[in-house]
């Protein structure tokens, strides 16, 4: 089965620094990794995503993320943080269906709070 | 830009009530979701939904829950007699099915509270 880490709850960044938000996976064949962000009383709001090929995604709103297979990691980062990035964001991998043409549920991390500090 | 849309945004209910919570999926989309989250936990995978029959659920979706799109854009999500545990976050979401590698569209959720 697989499943996600976000190792940090709450993550405080002052405005114009770079941001990164930690994203760690476990999956037992090739790894589908999105990460979506959840502002208030809003729905998930997609991000970005690595199925394959260059190891640094970009993403919505400057945002980027970059695979590790060897960490099997994926976190998130942005060059320089604003005040309106402060959200919930939440890594998801998507399963490997059990047969055929599976739905491709995404399992997602506990969220982390990020804060941008003006 | 078509979003999912889902109602009540928030729904009080005693245990032991049957509730209905409604989605309206984006218009060309063919996978449906929900996923639930209870409050400081993660979001989990409750019920996915392709041509008109359940595709996969998890250990959650138990006898007490029931989906059903009843017509061309709703798909609802139905709770027999709620739990006070049933109380969370749940989420519709849908999916383009032209590509297994298309990312699921999520509503704004619907706040269940079962008193």
């Known amino acids: 089965a697989q499943s996600v880490a976000q190792p940090e709850d709450q993550v405080n960044v002052a405005e114009g620094n770079p941001l990164t938000v930690k994203c760690t996976y476990s999956v037992s064949g090739n790894p589908y990794l999105f990460w979506y962000v959840q502002y208030p009383n809003r729905g998930l709001q997609f991000l970005l995503k690595y199925i394959t090929g260059d190891n640094l995604v970009k993403g919505s709103y400057g945002f980027e993320a970059e695979f590790n297979k060897s960490q099997t990691s994926f976190h998130l980062k942005k060059p320089s943080a604003l005040v309106s990035d402060s959200a919930l964001y939440f890594c998801a991998v998507r399963d490997i269906p059990k047969s055929g043409a599976g739905s491709y549920q995404l399992t997602f991390g506990k969220g982390t709070k990020l804060s941008v500090i003006p | 830009e078509p979003e999912v849309t889902q109602t009540p945004s928030h729904q009080v209910t005693q245990m032991g009530q049957e509730v209905i919570l409604r989605c309206v999926p984006i218009?060309?989309?063919?996978?449906f979701y929900w996923y639930r989250q209870i409050l400081g936990q993660k979001v989990e995978f409750l019920v996915s939904?392709?041509?008109?029959?359940?595709?996969?659920k998890s250990e959650i979706f138990d006898d007490q829950f029931s989906v059903e799109r009843p017509d061309g854009s709703n798909f609802t999500l139905k709770i027999r007699s709620t739990k006070l545990e049933d109380s969370a976050m749940y989420f519709c979401a849908s999916r383009l099915l032209k590509s297994s590698y298309n990312e699921q569209f999520f509503g704004p959720g619907t706040r269940l509270t079962v008193l």
């Open positions: 939904f392709y041509n008109n029959e359940i595709s996969e």
């Open positions: 218009s060309n989309h063919l996978y």
